[in-house]
């Protein structure tokens, strides 16, 4: 079992940053993919940005070119810099881990962590 601990959400108003944290413990392996989704009020979870043990990252399209993922594989942590917010942008925004298990990837999910862009 993998344990994720999301940090860094919080109030912000509209053009500002945010930085969010997900720290990885527990049964760690060393293929994976990381990543960020949000769940807006009313709305299905989406995916925001994944990162893999060899740097590979995707964004969602409206997020390209704002937010960037990256990570300390030394410390299991993938960050999640936000810039120029916009209302938006609001959500829950979970933290995921797939890691490869010989031949299964297992998947987890952090608790979330809100995100309000607000005046």
């Known amino acids: 079992q993998v344990q994720l601990v999301e940090s860094g959400g919080g109030l912000v108003q509209p053009g500002g940053s945010l930085k969010l944290s997900c720290a990885a413990s527990?049964?760690?392996?060393?293929?994976?993919?990381m990543g960020w989704y949000r769940q807006a009020p009313g709305k299905q979870r989406e995916l925001v940005a994944t990162?893999?043990?060899?740097?590979?990252?995707t964004y969602a399209d409206d997020v390209r070119g704002r937010f960037t993922i990256s990570r300390d594989n030394a410390k299991n942590t993938v960050y999640l810099q936000m810039n120029s917010l916009k209302p938006e942008d609001t959500a829950v925004y979970y933290c995921?881990?797939?890691?490869?298990?010989?031949?299964?990837?297992?998947?987890?999910w952090g608790q979330g962590t809100h995100v309000t862009v607000s005046t």
């Open positions: 995921n881990r797939q890691q490869l298990y010989f031949t299964t990837w297992i998947d987890n």
């Open positions: 527990g049964n760690i392996f060393s293929i994976y993919k």
């Open positions: 990162i893999t043990n060899t740097g590979t990252t």
